[in-house]
Each structure stands twice: as C-alpha cells, then as structure tokens.
C-alpha cells in the first residue's frame, strides 16, 4: 500500500524557517511527479511546488524566491525547504505523488508563522 508521510512542520516565527519531508513507500517514486499543496483555514488547498522526474520545479507566484522544492529518488523523499516564513504561509502542508492516473496523498503536516 503506498504511504506518503510529512514530517517537519510546526511553530515557526516570521522570517524563519522550516524544512519539511515527505517519505515515499511502496511505490517507485523516481517516476512520480511530487507536489507540495497547501491549505490554509477557511481556504482552497493551493499548490505550492512540484517537481518532475528529472528534478526541474515550479512554484506558486506567493513562494518563489522563498520555498525551494527538491526530491531525493535514493531515498524516495521529497522536501520543502521554506524560508523569510510569513504568516500568510501558515497552512497544513500536504505531499501529493501523480503519474498519469495514479494519485496519492499525505496526511498533511501543519505549519505555522507566528510572533
């Protein structure tokens, strides 16, 4: 059965950072596009960043510059690097795997920015 756990959220401050983790199993990731979405209260969950097979990301508009995407195939882990945090970023952070119709999903990790 294939798991996606997140791992790596909690309290941070404005202007902090935080690394977040995704741990793949059951599943050949190296051929899964792996996105980070996002879900703030009250809000539609948004997509954050994603990252093909061969590693090349995308980010939304509101984090680039800030979050760095990048995925580990030998350890079948994807991370979210976020820094210069703002509370507008506090959300449950969610790992997403596709490939073609195959779709899987975390259980999501909160994160939160705040003084």
């Known amino acids: 059965q294939v798991q996606l756990v997140e791992s790596g959220g909690g309290l941070v401050q404005p202007g902090g950072s935080l690394r977040l983790s995704c741990a793949a199993s059951a599943m050949i990731f190296s051929i899964y596009y792996m996105v980070w979405y996002r879900q703030a209260p009250g809000k539609q969950r948004e997509l954050v960043a994603v990252t093909n097979r061969g590693g090349s990301p995308n980010y939304a508009d509101s984090v680039k510059g800030r979050f760095t995407i990048s995925r580990d195939n030998a350890k079948n882990t994807v991370y979210l690097q976020m820094n210069s945090l703002k509370p507008e970023d506090t959300a449950v952070y969610y790992c997403?795997?596709?490939?073609?119709?195959?779709?899987?999903w975390g259980q999501g990790t909160q994160v939160t920015v705040s003084s």
């Open positions: 997403n795997a596709k490939f073609n119709v195959l779709e899987y």
